[in-house]
Nanobody, 126 residues
Framework: QVQLRESGGGLLQAGGSLRLSCAAS????????MGWFRQPPGKEREFVAA???????GYLDSVKGRFTISRDNAKNTVTLQMNSLKPEDTAVYYC????????????????????WGQGTQVTVSS
């Protein structure tokens, strides 16, 4: 059973930066594509960023150029560097893992992910 644990959330002012980390255990990390999703207050969970097994990345349009996803297979971690944060980035952020045979593939669909972390709150004030 794969377990994911996020860390790094917090409260900050607009324009600031945060680095979210997700530590994985209980599985072969390199066999998973990884994603970050978020759920703003009163809204559905949405895709933020993903990274394939071989390092290919994808982003929500509104975070392109501000957020960067990366992975360290040696440390079983995936990180989301968030810069120039805006109040509309306020949400609970979730890390997710998807078993992927295709090393080039990542998904933007939450239902296609097999494992989820408990989430970490990010609050950006104006």
């Amino acid at each position: 059973q794969v377990q994911l644990r996020e860390s790094g959330g917090g409260l900050l002012q607009a324009g600031g930066s945060l680095r979210l980390s997700c530590a994985a255990s209980g599985g072969t990390f390199s066999s998973f594509s990884m994603g970050w999703f978020r759920q703003p207050p009163g809204k559905e969970r949405e895709f933020v960023a993903a990274i394939s097994r071989n390092g290919g990345t994808g982003y929500l349009d509104s975070v392109k150029g501000r957020f960067t996803i990366s992975r360290d297979n040696a440390k079983n971690t995936v990180t989301l560097q968030m810069n120039s944060l805006k109040p509309e980035d306020t949400a609970v952020y979730y890390c997710a893992a998807r078993a992927s045979y295709n090393s080039n593939f990542y998904s933007v669909i939450p239902a296609e992910y097999n494992y989820w972390g408990q989430g970490t709150q990010v609050t950006v004030s104006s």
